[in-house]
């Protein structure tokens, strides 16, 4: 029974040991593709001279706008329309007469290698007329200037989630606080980059492409749109890919479809591979958002009425809809019952790069103002942070919960299971919460901090799951969605291995391959278990049902007295009476001709069996496989809660953590060694958020730190150990139990970070990312303004000395 055991990662032994195969691997003979792209954030494109590359030894060809025909040439789709989206927009591959950020592609260079291609592309000169750039949030809130002419106010969405009357619960509550919270960009930055290969097959008239991406059934489905293709002349497949975390779920991207369109028109492989400075400026953010929050409260801390007011930053054009401030508005709620909610988001237009989902996908947005107004509604009464919390928790015996609004599924918000005071109890216990005043009264600027969430996980509509046994036993599995190191080789495995009772080494995982499984929808938001998972076991029942009815007619037993052990189906209890799984898959498939022996058991001769009756009965089809597909009602909802202690210095405003617990409930576990990798990952990179990356952009909209050597990310020595445990409460929405854990470990960091340090300065935290200096610089302001001191600190004198 592997179903639960923490197994090591079946993928790891080829990867670490150079095995691996990425994009950029791919097509060494092929020609390569280079891009001019936007050194403005605004401007008109007023002329292309392309001359000065004609020259270049090894140039191939040459395409701007202009040259890209019909569907090729048309916008990029809106891949999520929403009726709030009142104003979408989405870029042309090439630019068309307009630039909206530095980085947009303009003029697209084949070459007979990378290095020429990028020579010729530095000989291209376009002339510009810089426009008004559009610069930051606010800006594009007063709206001086306009990203698109044809977007009044900038805005693109009004987005209004609501349950009560929250405006009337807020003015008739005890206590009101209003404030405001700010949440900086950041990005993904996969260790690999995008990239595309293209290979066109004139003889059949089929197109293959290996792209990097997080939803190749898709790709395919816009690539064969756009090329005006049958779908099933389009092959696409992942390949090994070095990490998404979002930013790969975005498609068709303008490489997408030129890279393809052009290697059919030359009949010839073409690649391209983003480079590091390419993915800071022309693939996707993340993040930004104000929050204006208005909450009311009674004395005990119990949450009557709440208003948050957000305006997000969605960059310049929205090919993925406004997915991020649905999940934000939606998630904010965590596991609390609140009185009254209202969500306000207006999401606006600026000339920089586009935002759509990185790792949390608007949760972390949604908790920091969530867990930042517990921490001010217990400041402001008095009383324990956790016990404001536990006010506020929906019980256990509540389930289902519904929250009276629509998450991002369309479907109701309504939580399916969990026991949010047992994970609290847990959390205090691990991180020795009770204890803690005693580690403070000891004199070191220390500070504890909690934050708390709910995740929407396993959002439909669908995925799909193929199981195969063959005649040597080998049991074949593939998936429509794609891996980017989830361990899905892993987890896929062993719910096979559970399911048909055979060794895991037996079981081969293939994922991401149109060729293999044509129909599915991506790997994101934390889905990929619950919905390849659910998939791939109802495959595994059908499969095991078959088996176990071929087998009985071979022992002359009853089907419901057989079950399988180790490959080998047996009568229960009787280890003789049995006949392996690689011979039922033989008998599976009624054969005219014998290859081996084995297969000579298979042919018209050797089985027998009713003269009257057709070899393969009705509704029956040869072989030992089987295909199904899990669509769920709606999403199911895992929950966790962090809690981190921080040791503040004095005179520099370093932030060290010393000691970061998890908690974490995500239904049945699978495999706990990797949902442990995965909390402890998206912890490193929520801690990333928190103290260290931010996209500083300047008022020109230039990205002023476009490199790793600029962009600052936590090494090891940044993050602690970090101390999990887990809570299994399974949901009843599908039949394995189980809830996504992907982007768990980055929700709360920022809230859980915040806490911590505004415990241990007594000044109020309301931005991240905090870096020293930004510490620095609160720590004077706080000297002037006491409003900017919390209570607590005011009462007890913390953070003077």
Request: glycine share 10%; net charge negative.
């Amino acid at each position: 029974m592997s179903f639960g055991e923490p197994i090591v990662r079946r993928e790891d032994p080829r990867l670490l040991t150079g095995q691996g195969r990425y994009l950029d691997d791919l097509g060494r003979d092929a020609l390569a593709a280079a891009f001019v792209r936007s050194p403005h954030a605004h401007a008109r494109i007023t002329d292309i001279d392309v001359s000065g590359a004609l020259d270049v030894e090894g140039l191939v060809a040459v395409y701007t706008w202009e040259d890209l025909p019909g569907r090729v040439g048309e916008p990029l789709p809106l891949l999520i329309p929403h009726p709030a989206l009142t104003h979408g927009r989405t870029a042309y591959p090439l630019a068309r007469d307009l630039v909206r950020h530095v980085g947009e592609p303009v003029v697209m260079v084949v070459a007979r290698d990378r290095y020429l291609a990028e020579d010729a592309a530095a000989l291209i000169t376009v002339e510009y007329e810089p426009l008004p750039p559009v610069v930051g949030i606010e800006n594009a809130e007063r709206a001086e200037h306009l990203v698109h002419d044809d977007v009044p106010g900038n805005v693109g969405a009004v987005l209004v989630q609501e349950t009560g009357d929250a405006a009337a619960a807020i003015d008739g509550a005890p206590h009101v606080l209003e404030f405001r919270l700010d949440i900086e960009r950041s990005a993904a930055t996969p260790l690999e980059g995008r990239g595309v290969y293209a290979r066109w097959d004139a003889d059949d008239a089929s197109l293959r492409v290996y792209t990097s991406t997080q939803a190749s059934t898709s790709v395919r489905a816009a690539i064969a749109a756009k090329l005006g293709l049958p779908p099933g002349k389009v092959e696409v497949v992942a390949p090994d890919v070095g990490g998404g975390f979002g930013v790969k779920i975005v498609h068709p991207w303008p490489e997408e479809i030129l890279v393809p369109w052009a290697a059919r028109l030359l009949n010839r492989e073409l690649k391209w591979a983003e480079d590091r400075r390419e993915h800071f400026v022309a693939a996707a953010h993340e993040r930004g958002q104000v929050q204006r929050v208005r909450v009311g409260f009674d004395d005990e801390g119990r949450v009557l009425g709440l208003d948050v007011r957000i305006l997000h930053d969605h960059g310049a054009y929205t090919p993925y809809g406004i997915i991020i401030p649905i999940v934000t508005s939606t998630q904010l709620l965590g596991p609390y019952k609140i009185g009254a909610y209202r969500a306000e988001v207006t999401s606006l237009y600026t000339n920089t790069l586009i935002v759509t989902p990185y790792r949390g996908a608007g949760r972390p947005q949604g908790v920091f103002c969530m867990e930042r107004t517990m921490d001010r509604i217990a400041d402001h009464l008095g009383r324990d942070r956790a016990d404001v919390r536990e006010a506020n928790f929906i019980g256990p015996g509540e389930f289902p919960y519904d929250q009276g609004l629509t998450f991002q599924d369309g479907r109701p918000l309504i939580y399916d299971s969990g026991d949010y005071p047992a994970l609290l109890a847990k959390l205090k216990d691990l991180i020795g919460w009770d204890a803690f005043a005693a580690r403070r009264a000891a004199g070191h600027r220390v500070g504890i901090g909690v934050g708390c969430y709910v995740e929407g996980t396993g959002v439909g509509p669908y995925e799909g799951g193929h199981v195969e046994i063959d005649s040597t036993g080998r049991v074949n599995v593939s998936t429509g969605l794609t891996s980017q190191g989830q361990g899905h080789q892993t987890v896929f495995a062993q719910i096979a291995a559970a399911e048909l009772g055979v060794p895991i080494e037996d079981v081969h995982v293939t994922t991401g391959d149109t060729r293999r499984f044509g129909y599915a929808v991506g790997t994101f938001a934390s889905r990929a278990a619950v919905m390849s998972g659910n998939a791939i076991a109802l495959a595994c029942r059908r499969v095991r049902e078959k088996a176990l009815r071929i087998a009985g007619e071979a022992l002359e037993a009853d089907p419901a007295d057989l079950e399988i052990t180790d490959g080998v189906v047996h009568v229960r209890g009787d280890v003789t009476a049995a006949v392996p799984l690689r011979t039922v898959a033989v008998l599976s498939n009624p054969l005219r001709y014998a290859f081996d022996e084995e297969a000579g058991r298979a042919t018209q001769f050797a089985v027998g069996g009713s003269p009257d009756e057709p070899p393969v009965a009705a509704g029956e089809a040869p072989g030992l496989e089987g295909r199904e597909y899990y669509s769920p009602v709606r999403s199911t909802f895992a929950s966790g809660m962090h809690a981190a202690i921080v040791e503040v210095d004095p005179d520099t405003a370093e932030i060290a953590i010393l000691r970061y617990a998890v908690v974490h409930d995500c239904g049945r576990l699978i495999n706990p060694r990797i949902v442990e990798g995965q909390i402890h990952g998206g912890v490193a990179q929520g801690i990333g958020g928190a103290l260290y990356e931010r996209m500083v952009y300047d008022e020109s909209g230039q990205l002023l730190n476009a490199s790793f050597m600029d962009f600052l990310m936590p090494y090891a020595t940044e993050i602690p150990v970090i101390e999990t445990g887990h809570q299994e409460t399974p949901s009843p929405l599908n039949p394995l139990g189980i809830k996504g854990a992907g982007e768990a470990g980055v929700i709360p960091v920022s809230a859980v970070i915040a806490s911590a340090v505004e415990d241990a300065e007594g000044i109020r935290i309301d931005a991240m990312p905090l870096s020293p200096d930004d510490l620095f610089r609160l720590r004077l302001r706080a000297a002037e303004d006491p409003d900017l001191r919390t209570r607590r600190a005011l009462r007890e004198g913390i953070g003077r000395s």
